[in-house]
């Protein structure tokens, strides 16, 4: 793959346009270490799995009409980690779409949404600690399902999947939507995110959620739902729509392999201009919400719409440094305009079991950008279960009031990190 090159992805193709130093488009996998990290063998790790992963060993190019993602020989160097997490922005002048750094006891990873999302980021992390682990002389017995050097490198792994499971028969899902609830609190100094973990024990949090009749995910959208309504009345609002801006994973919808973002966003929210939302009012609409909308035809629909969008005859022939003036106003107006914040849920992250045994906890952080914020995402490693908040205010009353909540309803947070 010497000479590849390829497109980027259909969701990729909106952040390079709109890269700043608060809206880096970064996100981050902490990987917190029993003992100390070696860098020599940490970059030698690196080294040794890029051929794995010639589709990430890429510069980002301009193009007439659209960036694009060259093939490069040359060295990703790993770097100390001395500042704010996802606030090092110059990916488009420095070209590589990833970073890998270490601190003392961690090392961490963060990735443009340019060229990956969760999932591609987590797979990619997978095989970078085993080949750590290795070169330190451990050897775990199960690497079932972490991508290997040397393996055949499946075309599957980078596709455009969007385009692949693109069905031009099926009508697209409307994009329209009123302008969403948003935080007036101030923004922080520019290269500051500020990053607060609460750890909980999963048995608890997945006891309320089977006592709600929910899924994790629901119960999260209905609390983060809640703590948004109650902020909205404190500060006499005027009321508007209080709307979440979720991402789907698509892999498993779709059956898929790519290490390409694969993802569309479903809008779980409520209009308190109707009037107050009661717990329960929330939780028989989530449930139903989620139940209808993350369903194979759905998602179809929301590919179709993007897809559309991009194929669009006047979005093709723009020049870029025309579409570079257009886009992030567009971003403003329909993209985080009708988002109040967002949730991820990255499900439970395994690595290998004597792999495991070295980590003493994992973190993974949302992207900034001033237009949400305050993000969220939540996940567990082994027993239990991980809630990260990004902020770009100093404001934390939205993490004070979700975790004061969560204890309300029984279920004992320790917070974890506070940056």
Not at 41 to 55: G, T
Not at 186 to 213: M, N, P, S, W
Not at 222 to 236: D, N, S
Not at 372 to 394: A, C, D, P, R
Request: net charge positive.
């Amino acid at each position: 793959m010497k000479d590849y090159w390829s497109k980027l992805d259909n969701a990729g193709k909106i952040y390079p346009a709109n890269v700043n130093i608060r809206n880096t488009t970064l996100f981050r996998i902490d990987i917190n270490l029993k003992n100390r990290v070696n860098p020599g063998i940490l970059q030698l790790a690196l080294d040794e799995i890029m051929p794995r992963f010639p589709y990430f060993h890429v510069k980002l190019k301009r193009g007439l009409f659209w960036y694009y993602f060259k093939k490069t020989e040359e060295q990703i160097m790993i770097r100390k980690d001395i500042y704010y997490p996802c606030t090092e922005w110059d990916f488009k002048k420095a070209g590589f779409l990833f970073t890998v750094k270490y601190g003392t006891k961690k090392i961490a990873l963060e990735f443009s949404h340019s060229i990956t999302d969760g999932g591609g980021g987590l797979e990619f992390t997978k095989s970078l600690l085993l080949k750590y682990y290795q070169l330190r002389g451990l050897t775990p017995a199960d690497t079932a399902g972490i991508k290997i050097p040397g393996e055949d490198i499946p075309p599957k792994e980078y596709s455009d999947d969007f385009r692949q499971f693109y069905d031009r028969h099926i009508p697209a899902s409307k994009t329209e939507r009123d302008k969403a609830f948003h935080l007036d609190y101030k923004l922080t100094q520019r290269g500051i995110y500020h990053v607060t973990t609460g750890c909980l024990d999963f048995r608890d949090i997945k006891a309320l959620a089977v006592e709600k009749k929910l899924n994790l995910t629901a119960l999260l959208c209905v609390i983060y739902l809640e703590v948004f309504q109650q902020i909205m009345y404190e500060r006499k609002s005027r009321p508007a729509p209080i709307v979440i801006n979720l991402p789907v994973n698509l892999r498993n919808i779709f059956e898929s392999r790519t290490m390409f973002n694969f993802f569309v966003s479903v809008t779980p929210g409520i209009d308190p201009r109707l009037g107050f939302f009661s717990e329960d009012d929330l939780i028989k609409h989530m449930r139903s919400y989620l139940s209808i909308e993350i369903d194979r035809r759905y998602v179809g629909k929301m590919i179709k719409r993007n897809i559309e969008t991009e194929n669009n005859i006047f979005v093709r022939i723009m020049p870029l440094f025309i579409k570079e003036m257009i886009l992030p106003v567009i971003y403003r107006l329909y993209g985080e305009r009708g988002y109040t914040s967002g949730i991820s849920n990255l499900g439970k992250i395994v690595f290998p079991a004597e792999i495991e045994e070295e980590i003493v906890s994992v973190n993974v952080i949302p992207p900034p950008s001033p237009g949400n914020l305050v993000k969220m995402i939540g996940f567990s490693f082994k027993e239990k279960f991980y809630i990260t908040f990004g902020s770009l205010t100093e404001n934390k009353t939205v993490e004070m009031k979700f975790f004061s909540r969560l204890r309300k309803l029984g279920v004992p947070v320790k917070i974890d990190t506070v940056l």
